[in-house]
């Protein structure tokens, strides 16, 4: 599966022989790997480091996360399999799940979450920007995510991401047994606001052992 393999994977922050944890960012449909890592100044966690991959051709997969997944196939098995590589390549540098996050925005944040759900263990964090669950039908999956902090934020009138999907996501993350915060905010376009970067914020600073205030 080679659709997004071999593309570039932009860093910053700390190195990741320095870094205390990771923050794994997908980009949503159209952007780039550039454009989902100008929020590292925003989340303000120095000890991190920031880990961006890049889709080919600036979208993971073509058609909407409401259709079969069978529809957006090679690509969604292939952008699945770019966050699977790095999140090994991660632990091969010694981190543990739990010091892993995942964030993405609008299709980014359906990749981050479908991963997770399929992927299911402790991590650091998953943040949900305007996403969910990829298909047109959730179905249960197994396995535990063992107390993972899950954050979804997105707009209640958000034309690209049903808020119906959003709080079935959450649902099912639940029934992993994630911690799961939904925040849905009146009237906001397809956008990141203060708060979920204050939320997202709050959550970080644990998994990097600060003290949270």
């Not at 071999?6 to 794994?24: D, E, N, R, S, T």
Request: glycine residues 12%; proline residues 7%; contains cysteine.
């Amino acid at each position: 599966m080679t659709i997004h393999q071999g593309q570039p994977v932009l860093g910053m922050g700390q190195p990741l022989a320095a870094a205390k944890a990771v923050l794994i960012m997908i980009h949503g449909r159209g952007a780039r790997a550039e454009d989902i890592l100008s929020l590292v100044p925003e989340l303000d966690q120095p000890d991190f480091a920031y880990l961006a991959p890049q889709a080919a051709g600036n979208t993971w997969y073509p058609y909407r996360f409401l259709e079969p997944r069978e529809k957006n196939e090679p690509h969604l098995t292939s952008a699945l399999a770019t966050i699977s590589g790095l999140v090994e390549h991660v632990l091969g540098q010694g981190f543990r799940p739990e010091q892993i996050g995942l964030l993405g925005f609008s299709q980014g944040a359906c990749l981050a979450v479908e991963w997770a759900a399929r992927n299911p263990r402790r991590y650091g964090g998953v943040f949900v920007l305007s996403g969910g669950l990829i298909g047109d039908v959730l179905t249960p999956l197994p396995g535990t995510l063992d107390g993972t902090p899950a954050f979804f934020g997105c707009s209640d009138v958000d034309f690209h991401i049903p808020k119906e999907r959003v709080t079935e996501s959450a649902e099912m993350l639940r029934t992993m047994n994630a911690e799961v915060t939904v925040r849905l905010y009146p009237g906001m376009g397809h956008t990141i606001n203060e708060d979920e970067i204050a939320a997202v914020h709050g959550i970080m600073e644990k998994v990097a052992g600060k003290k949270s205030e």
